[in-house]
């Protein structure tokens, strides 16, 4: 077994027995990770960096927090100073680091059953667990996968906290967008209700400015790659650096990664 995932394991065994936050794990992970990501690409670097730094500042007790499905629009969230932390993306850690079992044993004793999706049995179970601590709130959006209203809606009533769904419709229409905005302004209203934060505009124009740019600088990195030659990310880097960039949509870090991975593309520098 890797040095890492031992490491990794130790350090989850250390929270679970109380001995350790999630959040110290983080940051202690984050400093010994500068020598396990020897072996990585300097724009894997990057990224893993970027985001092991992001989720250490989520996990922090003196932020507000959310857990959220994939593809919840981050920006709604981070208008008002709440960290994101996408339940699928840490299910799928865990589970690379061979703990699945268990959460999954913690899921079957509440119930769910074997054929439910593993991903919604984890975080299923990680919620029970309470290794996460408790959010602040928790969202879903019903793209990608139907079956997260009522998963994650158990993690709200579990953690006894507010739940916001954003029901996306199959066929883009004129109805539909309307249907979503209307369900955006809701939850905007939630969320300013929560925070105790009236004035928001001003925040939400800021993170609706990075989330583009940061759209751009995904628009400008594929072009690039498509036409390089090289290879600046190493086997499963590339599916590291593009999934679960979306819970940073909207702050200035990820406009900062896209432009410096760009940048490897355009460097003469060998990367592969």
Not at 116 to 129: N, V
Request: proline fraction near 4%; charged fraction near 20%; charge should be positive.
């Amino acid at each position: 077994m890797a040095g890492k995932d031992v490491t990794a394991k130790k350090l989850y065994n250390a929270v679970s027995k109380g001995k350790f936050s999630f959040h110290d794990a983080i940051r202690l992970y984050r400093l010994l990770d500068v020598y396990f990501s020897r072996t990585k690409s300097p724009a894997g670097r990057v990224s893993a960096r970027e985001i092991s730094g992001y989720l250490a500042k989520a996990t922090s007790a003196d932020v507000k927090s959310a857990w959220t499905s994939v593809l919840f629009p981050a920006e709604v969230l981070h208008t008002f100073g709440i960290h994101p932390i996408t339940l699928e993306a840490i299910a799928g850690t865990f589970s690379s680091l061979g703990l699945s079992p268990i959460f999954l044993n913690t899921a079957e004793g509440m119930g769910a059953p074997p054929t439910m999706c593993s991903f919604h049995r984890m975080l299923m179970g990680i919620s029970k667990s309470g290794i996460l601590g408790t959010p602040d709130v928790v969202g879903a959006a019903s793209i990608l996968c139907d079956g997260n209203v009522k998963t994650f809606s158990e993690a709200a009533t579990e953690q006894r906290v507010p739940f916001i769904f954003i029901d996306v419709p199959f066929e883009e229409s004129g109805d539909a967008v309307a249907y979503v905005k209307d369900q955006l302004g809701r939850a905007l209203k939630t969320l300013s209700e929560l925070t105790g934060v009236k004035h928001y505009s001003e925040n939400l124009r800021q993170v609706l400015e990075n989330s583009n740019r940061a759209f751009g600088g995904f628009r400008r990195f594929y072009d690039l790659e498509r036409i390089s030659r090289k290879n600046i990310f190493r086997a499963h880097e590339t599916a590291n650096f593009a999934f679960p960039n979306h819970f940073m949509l909207g702050r200035r870090e990820l406009v900062s990664m896209l432009e410096k991975t760009s940048e490897a593309l355009t460097s003469k520098k060998r990367h592969n």
